[in-house]
């Protein structure tokens, strides 16, 4: 995260050839409030950003702030080789040292506008650098609350400004009570030749300008919805699966099902005798027609035949059964063989003679005829 904090020039002085240098205070530890839209969390109006002790006068944090190039305003990006020799106008010196809890640099500035500049009254300072920004709620040592904590900070220009964030009441030096505390950085509203945005990317802050924090915004949300879409693509594709497995569940079960009711030979031939026996009682009770009706069936118009409706009306099956049992024990069997011969010879009265009768005849004449001789 690109972040700006603000000091005074305190002390100044010229040297013999005509540079302007000073010791100056440019980082404290402490707790410090912040709008949450420039951290990146525009959910949260304000945040307290503590910088611990151990991250403020770490060895890596202090050594950056030893020869960092000194410009009149903020640059509008960071600078780098690229940019050096068209914004520094001095730098800071290499003796870094911790003063109680600030931090305390020397600086020089050489070029000759920047130095009238100072002269004019642009008296404070304003560092640029990076930070790591973890949100984590907490209370310091001296009982200070806090949203999230400042890490690994490094820095890397110091520039000249009108007004600092802070306003006059966080100068040393000239314009304030000489020795008066310095509060330290503040992180808020940035210098007007800074139009950095901090946006929060992936849990990291980020510093851009208007128009990447629009792109950013823009691309946010499209990543938004491409997971969106995913999530609800997956979904979709997991209810298809679930949905076919209970389809393949139940061909399975039905599968499984029919296999149990598939009769071996063994089985349809029992079946078949059965059958065959309960057609004999009924016929036995009541000679009838009972083909296309179902076991039941056959029983109770046996029964009715006999014994009339009133015998089964609202009454269950396994009754029906047992009246139709005691009825076939008490009917007289069936012969099977009588029954066919009768049916032959009803069959047979329907029968025309065909010359049967003039045959016997014949028969009987020539059978006569040879009695005779």
């Known amino acids: 995260m690109f972040l700006t904090d603000r000091v005074s020039v305190s002390a100044p002085r010229r040297t013999a050839d005509g540079y302007l240098v000073a010791d100056v205070k440019v980082a404290r530890t402490g707790v410090q409030d912040y709008l949450g839209s420039e951290l990146g969390r525009p959910d949260m109006h304000i945040v307290r950003l503590y910088r611990p002790p151990e991250e403020v006068f770490a ?38 040292v911790r003063d109680g809890e600030f931090v305390q640099v020397p600086l020089v500035l050489m070029d000759a506008a920047a130095i009238r500049s100072y002269e004019s009254g642009k008296r404070e300072l304003s560092m640029g650098y990076t930070a790591e920004i973890v949100f984590r709620d907490g209370v310091t040592p001296d009982g200070q609350p806090y949203d999230a904590v400042q890490t690994n900070l490094r820095m890397n220009h110091l520039a000249l400004v009108d007004k600092a964030r802070g306003g006059a009441q966080l100068r040393i030096g000239d314009g304030g009570a000489p020795g008066a505390p310095d509060p330290g950085p503040h992180h808020q509203k940035k210098e007007p030749t800074m139009s950095d945005k901090t946006i929060l990317v992936d849990g990291l802050s980020v510093v851009t300008n208007d128009a990447g ?30 949905a076919k497995d209970a ?93 066919a011969l009768r049916d032959g010879a009803a069959h047979r009265t329907t029968v025309q003679d065909n010359g049967w009768q003039a045959s016997v005849a014949g028969l009987d004449y020539r059978t006569r005829n040879q009695k005779d001789a």
């Open 247 to 339: 389809a393949i569940a139940k061909l399975e079960a039905e599968r499984d099902d029919l296999k149990g009711k598939v009769l071996t030979d063994s089985a349809i031939d029992a079946r078949v005798q059965q059958r065959a026996d309960l057609v004999g009682k009924a016929k036995a009770i009541h000679d009838a027609d009972y083909s296309g009706k179902t076991d039941a069936e056959v029983r109770r118009t046996a029964v009715v035949a006999k014994l009339g409706d009133a015998a089964v009306a609202g009454k269950a099956d396994a009754y029906i059964e047992a009246r139709f049992d005691i009825l076939a024990d008490s009917a007289k069997p069936r012969d099977p063989v009588s029954q």
């Open 59 to 96: 060895q890596d944090a202090m050594r950056s702030y030893a020869y960092r190039p000194a410009t009149v305003d903020h640059p509008t990006k960071m600078v780098d080789a690229t940019t050096w020799k068209a914004v520094s106008a001095g730098q800071t010196g290499g003796e870094v």
């Open 213 to 242: 924090m629009q792109a950013i915004t823009k691309l946010q949300g499209q990543l938004k919805d491409a997971h969106t879409a995913a999530a609800t693509a997956d979904s979709n594709h997991q209810a298809a699966i679930v």
